[in-house]
T-cell receptor, first 113, second 119 residues
Framework: SQQGEEDPQALSIQEGENATMNCSYKTSINNLQWYRQNSGRGLVHLIL?????REKHSGRLRVTLDTSKKSSSLLITASRAADTASYFC?????????????FGAGTRLFVKA | GAGVSQTPSNKVTEKGKYVELRCDPISGHTALYWYRQSLGQGPEFLIY????????DSGLPNDRFFAVRPEGSVSTLKIQRTERGDSAVYLC?????????????????FGPGTRLTVL
């Protein structure tokens, strides 16, 4: 089963535009993470946001978390062709001590040069 | 330093055969995870080791799947009597320690995966 669900399933934008991806989850969490996966580098951890945080930045990435709505968003600003990849949100499964990670189905982002 | 490595990178087998997939974690990482990823889906948790012991194997789909980590480093995922539905990419990840709610989280580092095809 997958706890996180990303929206949209696929997104196509022009280089330089911003890309926003959303994630919804079902149960309470301790942490939410975003990962990127492309054929060249495999699955790579991007950013983690804790349940008591509302917003976090890392370079061109901005993540928000709304625990009341059980949702998170990932914003990539000034996108580049190299950002083309699948993006997954992942949450810690409930009552597992925080080590069991449940991934969503992902958003496929295509950035056109 | 070296990242997580997985061998083989590709494995083609026939239905009913036995396969072993190997994972070499980052040196010193105590936690090791196995995931399975089907086309168009996110990774699906299978099993998690802390040291030599399987701390959580609730994601293993059935008793045809088994994983070991006898010395707390290299791990082998074993699949008996393979079925066509087992075809997927099997990912391994490691982290310095397992995550503990409320404490510092340890990021998981993923290997490139083994693509298993069951004919």
């Amino acid at each position: 089963s997958q706890q996180g669900e990303e929206d949209p399933q696929a997104l196509s934008i022009q280089e330089g535009e911003n890309a926003t991806m959303n994630c919804s989850y079902k149960t309470s969490i301790n942490n939410l993470q975003w990962y990127r996966q492309n054929s060249g580098r495999g699955l790579v951890h991007l950013i983690l946001i804790r349940s008591n945080e509302r917003e976090k930045h890392s370079g061109r990435l901005r993540v928000t978390l709304d625990t009341s709505k059980k949702s998170s968003s990932l914003l990539i600003t000034a996108s580049r062709a190299a950002d083309t990849a699948s993006y997954f949100c992942a949450t810690d499964a409930p009552n597992t001590g925080g080590f069991k990670t449940i991934f969503g189905a992902g958003t496929r982002l295509f950035v056109k040069a | 330093g070296a990242g997580v490595s997985q061998t083989p990178s590709n494995k083609v087998t026939e239905k009913g055969k036995y396969v072993e997939l190997r994972c070499d974690p980052i040196s010193g990482h105590t936690a090791l995870y196995w995931y399975r990823q089907s086309l168009g889906q996110g990774p699906e948790f299978l099993i998690y080791f802390q040291g030599t012991g399987a701390a959580d194997d609730s994601g293993l789909p059935n008793d045809r799947f088994f994983a070991v980590r006898p010395e707390g480093s290299v791990s082998t995922l074993k699949i008996q009597r393979t079925e066509r539905g087992d075809s997927a990419v099997y990912l391994c990840a490691s982290s310095p320690t397992g995550g503990i709610a409320g404490s510092s989280y340890n990021e998981q580092f993923f290997g490139p995966g083994t693509r298993l095809t069951v004919l």
